[in-house]
């Protein structure tokens, strides 16, 4: 099992430090572990981007599906098995390592310093490309991943995104070099490294703990819906990513990207500044380039507002389009599973392999037919593995598409106001019309939601802990609520715990009360408010600037996201990068109707292709 070092105690001890030890990684299954590689043995000596071994890709075999391909004679890389090896991957490098304040940095027509450098800004398809023509083998793919996180992740830079490591990584990666060898891919995702926020279930030495110290020794005994569908593709969990702790449900004064177990996840683009949260870890090292596509999870703004001003795509699903099934809850009317990437593409490419019909999904279980997320028609929720986002993909998208301008979500600050202002005459150009001033008047008729949702993360919490962790030592919300007062000097210097104590008291989830209280805050928003108005004026779709820009880490004051509406009404969002403004990015909001992924992404892809290329992060330093 690997998990960071107990927190300190002060609140000022809770400042990035290294976290070298954390990606001490456990050997795998069969003992392996392997060396670090220089980056011209993996890479070759273009800087400027991934090159298959002899430019070209393999063919497929006799007999083959054509989504197979065939791999050249040269062998993946093998790992040792000598028992004796070291449990550590050493990725020490003799070249001259980068510039701390902009660590990924290469210069033009130069060798990348370290393994992991080549990996910034690259794209599933490159990998992919990379991948089939035996560039480089899937093991090394994940050293070179390994690499960036300790050097990023840790040291005198600290974005401190990463709360665990797969101790099977490397195991696993050989597994599916051997499979390539064969002849044999799963698609696009094979041997693609993703991580996961830290609530989603896995059966692979890895805890699953929301943040928090109390769930550390919780032994997960079988994998969520969503890590079995990402293994099934191929994909190679890599880890698990820090976030505002229990989803920021814990209590009334949390802090975004802080947990007791993982410390504050910082914003890469500037080290001084936040990166929301609850999904801070997955925009951060989305943001970073860890890797290509994280996983993140929404109640409220909880994906789109980290991906946002940490200036990558966020996808949040409509709900029961991905499985909650063995995560962390707070709230299965609203909580919804999505990816962050860094373009659009790779984030459809990474929900058309989440989503799908799941019969152990809480909108399935538990006599709840009278409870919202009962709300849409199981039809609508495709079998898994049959749908196909990147089909939605249009270049021309814009073009004849009918845009509300969200009244509701304006002037939030000057920058992020400026981004998405500037961006208006750019979609009008492409095509489309942008109907002003459109209004959703029933989310001022929603006075409070906390009554509903203390009544599904009581019942969700106590679910998963009887489903997932059924040995482990914190068996109710009791027991969670008296360790933490055991340990109040580590998991209550930030936050309280009213989350935890008032679901204690919630209401039955069969309570009339809540069910009372539940299907009038759906109506107000749904049939009251997005459909209506979207029905009203013929909208394809709302737009609004996502979020504000970033504060400072440690003053989160004044923090606004546009996600409410439709995080409330369970309807999906699409957020997408739009520039930076005094070196922060900025995000607009797409949303609509239940089950509009497609349009969303399409739109959201066009919008894309009519902007300048994303801005990596510079690592702007922490001041002194």
């Given at each position: 099992m690997v998990h960071p070092t107990s927190p300190q105690s002060s609140l000022s001890s809770q400042s990035p430090v290294s976290r070298r030890q954390l990606i001490v990684v456990g050997a795998g299954a069969a003992g392996a572990a392997v060396v670090g590689i220089g980056a011209a043995r993996l890479f070759g000596n273009d800087a400027n981007g991934i090159q298959p071994g002899n430019g070209t890709t393999a063919a497929t075999p006799p007999g083959a599906s054509p989504t197979m391909t065939q791999a050249p004679d040269q062998p993946p890389a093998s790992t040792p098995d000598d028992p004796d090896a070291p449990d550590v991957i050493d990725f020490e490098d003799p070249a001259e390592p980068s510039d701390a304040s902009d660590p990924a940095a290469t210069p033009d027509g130069a060798a990348a310093t370290n393994p992991g450098d080549i990996l910034e800004g690259v794209t599933i398809r490159q990998l992919r490309e990379s991948l089939d023509g035996w560039a480089f083998t899937i093991v090394e793919l994940v050293q070179a991943t390994l690499e960036r996180i300790e050097r990023i992740d840790g040291g005198e830079i600290a974005v401190n995104a990463v709360i665990s490591l797969n101790p099977d990584a490397l195991q696993i990666a050989a597994e599916l070099d051997a499979e390539l060898q064969a002849g044999q891919s799963r698609g696009l995702m094979h041997g693609i490294p993703v991580l996961l926020k830290d609530i989603i279930a896995t059966s692979d030495g890895m805890p699953n703990t929301a943040g928090s110290m109390a769930l550390v020794d919780n032994t997960v005994v079988r994998d969520s819906f969503i890590a079995t569908r990402l293994r099934e593709s191929g994909a190679i969990i890599l880890g698990k990513t820090n976030l505002t702790e229990w989803s920021n449900f814990m209590g009334s004064t949390g802090l975004s990207g802080w947990s007791s177990l993982g410390g504050l996840t910082v914003n890469p683009y500037n080290l001084n500044r936040s990166c929301s949260g609850s999904s801070s870890g997955s925009a951060a090292a989305v943001a970073a380039s860890y890797v290509p596509v994280a996983l993140g999870a929404e109640f409220d703004g909880s994906i789109i507002a980290p991906a946002a001003i940490c200036g990558v795509v966020g996808v949040k699903p409509t709900v029961g389009l991905t499985s909650r099934a063995g995560v962390i809850p707070i709230g299965f009317s609203r909580?919804?599973?999505?990816?962050?990437?860094?373009?659009?593409?790779?984030?459809?490419?990474?929900?058309?392999?989440?989503?799908?019909?799941?019969?152990?999904?809480?909108?399935?279980?538990?006599?709840?037919?009278?409870?919202?997320?009962?709300?849409?028609?199981?039809?609508?929720?495709?079998?898994?593995?049959?749908?196909?986002?990147?089909?939605?993909?249009?270049?021309?998208?814009?073009?004849?598409?009918?845009?509300?301008?969200?009244?509701?979500?304006?002037?939030?600050?000057?920058?992020?106001?400026?981004?998405?202002?500037?961006?208006?005459?750019?979609?009008?150009?492409?095509?489309?019309?942008?109907?002003?001033?459109?209004?959703?008047?029933?989310?001022?008729?929603?006075?409070?939601?906390?009554?509903?949702?203390?009544?599904?993360?009581?019942?969700?919490?106590?679910?998963?802990?009887?489903?997932?962790?059924?040995?482990?030592?914190?068996?109710?919300?009791?027991?969670?609520?008296?360790?933490?007062?055991?340990?109040?000097?580590?998991?209550?210097?930030?936050?309280?715990?009213?989350?935890?104590?008032?679901?204690?008291?919630?209401?039955?989830?069969?309570?009339?009360?809540?069910?009372?209280?539940?299907?009038?805050?759906?109506?107000?928003?749904?049939?009251?408010?997005?459909?209506?108005?979207?029905?009203?004026?013929?909208?394809?779709?709302?737009?609004?600037?996502?979020?504000?820009?970033?504060?400072?880490?440690?003053?989160?004051?004044?923090?606004?996201?546009?996600?409410?509406?439709?995080?409330?009404?369970?309807?999906?969002?699409?957020?997408?990068?739009?520039?930076?403004?005094?070196?922060?990015?900025?995000?607009?909001?797409?949303?609509?109707?239940?089950?509009?992924?497609?349009?969303?992404?399409?739109?959201?892809?066009?919008?894309?292709?009519?902007?300048?290329?994303?801005?990596?992060?510079?690592?702007?330093?922490?001041?002194?």
């Open positions: 909580d919804s599973i999505g990816p962050m990437a860094r373009t659009v593409e790779d984030a459809a490419i990474a929900l058309s392999v989440l989503a799908g019909f799941d019969p152990d999904d809480p909108s399935r279980t538990v006599g709840l037919k009278t409870s919202p997320h009962a709300m849409f028609d199981t039809e609508m929720v495709p079998e898994a593995g049959t749908v196909d986002y990147t089909s939605a993909l249009d270049p021309e998208a814009l073009r004849g598409a009918r845009i509300g301008i969200c009244a509701n979500y304006q002037g939030f600050d000057e920058g992020s106001q400026a981004l998405f202002d500037a961006v208006l005459p750019i979609m009008e150009a492409a095509g489309a019309e942008l109907v002003p001033e459109v209004y959703i008047p029933s989310i001022e008729d929603i006075s409070s939601t906390y009554v509903n949702s203390l009544t599904e993360f009581a019942w969700g919490l106590q679910n998963y802990l009887d489903t997932y962790t059924p040995e482990g030592p914190m068996r109710t919300i009791q027991d969670l609520v008296d360790f933490n007062d055991a340990n109040a000097g580590e998991e209550l210097n930030v936050t309280d715990q009213s989350g935890l104590t008032d679901a204690l008291a919630a209401l039955a989830i069969d309570d009339p009360a809540y069910i009372e209280v539940t299907l009038t805050i759906q109506e107000a928003i749904r049939t009251n408010g997005i459909d209506a108005v979207m029905d009203e004026l013929e909208l394809d779709a709302l737009i609004a600037p996502t979020a504000t820009l970033a504060n400072a880490a440690w003053d989160q004051s004044g923090f606004m996201s546009s996600s409410f509406a439709s995080s409330v009404a369970g309807y999906p969002s699409v957020t997408l990068p739009i520039g930076l403004h005094d070196g922060l990015p900025g995000g607009i909001h797409f949303f609509g109707r239940a089950f509009s992924e497609d349009v969303l992404l399409g739109l959201a892809y066009a919008m894309e292709q009519q902007l300048p290329p994303r801005i990596e992060p510079t690592y702007i330093p922490r001041e002194e």
